[in-house]
Every structure is written in C-alpha cells, then in structure tokens.
C-alpha cells in the first residue's frame, strides 16, 4: 500500500482529536483501514459515527484509535496539504505563464506548477484538465466536486493545443460537457493573448461555451502579463484590443442574456474606461482574476468615506504604496479625503523586478518599494496584503523576491507598517485614520 503523507500542522482547541491527545508533527497513516488521497476522500470517510485511525507519533510510535462521535461531526485537524498523494504537476508549457517569466533564485514554490482538480475545487486555482485520467472523472463524480475553475483559453483544439503545447489540450470543449452532464458548476479564464486568441478567436470560444450554459457560472477574460524575463516576444494588450474585447463580451452577454463574462479590470483602465457599476459583476466569482475589485474599492471608499472624521488631534500622515495599475485611482481618492491634520499619500511604485508592464499590485516586490521610498519621510506605511507571502488565509510579511516588511521598517525605526488584509475595502484604512 502506497504510503500518503498525512501529517498534522496543527489541532483546533476543544476538538475531537485535541481530546484524544492528536499533536503536530503526528501522521495520519489509514482512516477506517484505508488511506484517503486528498482532504476531499479524508472528509467522506470520517463522516461515520465510528472512526478508526492509525497514527504514527513524531517518536515513530503507532497507536490504533478508536473514535466515537455524531455522524458528521469533524475531528479537528489541519493537515499540511490538502493533497495526500502529491500535488498533480502541469504538464503543459503554455506560452502565457508567468512561472516560466520569473528570475532565477526565488522560493521553490514560486516554480512549482500546480494543474491539480483537487486544489481547483479547494482553493479556487484554475486547472486546464490536460492531465485527467479516467478515475479523476469516477471521482469527480462519485463526490460531487463542483465548482471547478477551467483555464480554457480557447475552444478552437489546434489552437489550443499550440497555445499549451499539449497534444491532450485538443479535448476541452468535450470535456466541459462531460462536466456539465455529470452536475459540475464551471468558472471558466481566457487569458488573452493578442494575434492568438483574441477577435474572432474569443468570439469563437465564448460562441462555443454557450453549449454549456447551464453549467457555466462565470467567464473571466485577462490580458497576457509580460515580464522582462519573457525569451518569446508578445504582442501586448493595448487600447484598441481592449475597447475589442470589452465589445465582444458585451455583446456575448446579450446574446444569451445573462451576465456571466466579464473582463478584468485592466482592459477598462487600457482602453481609458470607467469600470462598470456593481451589477456588472454580480456575487464578483473572479475577484482573484482582478475582475471588479476596482469596483468593489470605490464603492468601499464612498461608504467610508463619510465614517472618517473630519479632524484629526494631531498631525499625521498615511503613505500607501501600490502600482502603477491602481495608482490613478488611489490618486483619486486622495483628493476627496479632506481630513484636517491628515495627510493623505499615494506613491506609485513602478515594477523594476519583473519589468514596468507588470504592473498589478500582487506582482510588486519588497526592493522595488524599498528604492521607491528611501528617501522620504514616511510615518504610517500601508502595504497591501496581496503583495505578501500566502499561506492558507493568512498572510506572511515576506515579498516575491525574499525581502521582508523587516527590510522596509529598517530604513528608518520611526515607520509604522500596516498590512492592509482586505484590498478590496477602505474599511481598514478608515479605522487606521480614526485611530491616529
């Protein structure tokens, strides 16, 4: 029997296995005699009202548990991998991804190329499906996995295929209506790449999803990022492409009169656009594709802004870094927040790392803020989340390339550095004033 690595990072207070003496560190080697594969397995077999588990402890001593309890009542640990068997690698060599654009000697999991269903429906990645086997589909089905988000692309097979280098890429409008007929809701990304699968290519693949209405929750549309390390050379979005785009998506929603693809929002801000109001987006599905959070950062900023007070005690100053993408509007709202002893600062950091067209606020590193503001006097710093390292839902003050939120506090002792958690809100930076 294969041996999955189900180790214990940590037990949740007053729960089952907090009870029975479970530590971190332990390892989890069968439940009820069987060895899950991933967290979605894991889940299923202890939804019993009598539990079996074989433990091996960090002396490698094994203990044989049995558990008692309510029939779908969880045990209380969290596993360091929500796969058991091994992340499932991207076999592909698309001529898009940005893994293959970045600098040597970064973190190892910045390289590492995820094209896993497991993590899709966990965590919301996108999967291409080039890598499906037939017991992926058994056990999509037999466990009701839904939704998964699809990296389509394009619907036209050559095309696709030259697009991912994948001869398996060929199948994806058969297998999104497989998805459909077994019940699996579908997020679908086109990641735009102009002369390839732009004009009457998107327009041929979001013809070609109208097949799969019923099943299709949301289409997202991003341009191509272009980092300095590309070899290949690509031709950009720009406006003309954009005000394309935005016109073929618009005219695609009509078509079936439903809202379900939208463009993120960088198309809008290229083709010199206001983003769309709130229902436009909808339950915003494609937040993390950068599809609304504009929108869902002004109307957060109309709201907050009549919570903020009108006078400060004393003076002071906020300073936030962002990029050259949301700069033009955090350069808008610095002129609306007339706060009396408050001054307000928005500083562009221009992306030098990984070459000025990047230009998002989740691609700016840690040394790019530094040379950006180590001359100025700055009291409160304010730096996106998004620009962090993840782990899980929690953040760590660790950027792209390695520094730190350490490295920026040492430029000078008397900076104060918050971490904005929430990018799409002005809330935290309106309690941040109010509490100045």
Known sequence: MAKFLMQVEDIIPNSIADEIGILK?????????QQPKDIIEYSFLINDEEIELLIEHENNELEEIEIEKD???DL???FTSAVFDGVKRCQNHCIFCFVDQQPDGLRDSLYVKDDDWRLSYIQGTYVTLTNFKEDDWERIEKYHIS??????????PKLRVEMTKNPHASEILNQLKRLKKIGTKIHAQIVLCPNYNDGEELKRTLNDLKTVKSALKSVAIVPLGISKFRKEKFKKVDKKIALETIKIVDEFNSSIKKQIAMVSDEFYLLA????????????????????????????SFKKCLKKTKKKLKNKAKITIVTASSPYKMFREFQKEINIENLKFEVIEVKNKFFGEDINVAGLIVGSDIIETIKNRKIDNLLIPSVMLKKIGETYEETFLDGSTVDDIRALDKNIKVHIQQDCY???EITKLINNL
């Open 147 to 156: 939704p998964l988000f699809i990296s389509v692309h394009t619907t036209n």
């Open 272 to 299: 010199g656009l206001d983003v769309p109001e709130k229902k436009y987006y909808g339950d915003f599905l494609q937040i993390e594709d950068g599809v609304g959070a504009i929108r869902l950062m002004k109307d």
């Open 425 to 427: 809100s002005f809330e």
């Open 76 to 78: 209380g640990i969290v």
């Open 71 to 73: 029939f779908d009542e």
């Open 25 to 33: 560190g332990d390892k989890i080697l069968s439940v009820n005699k």
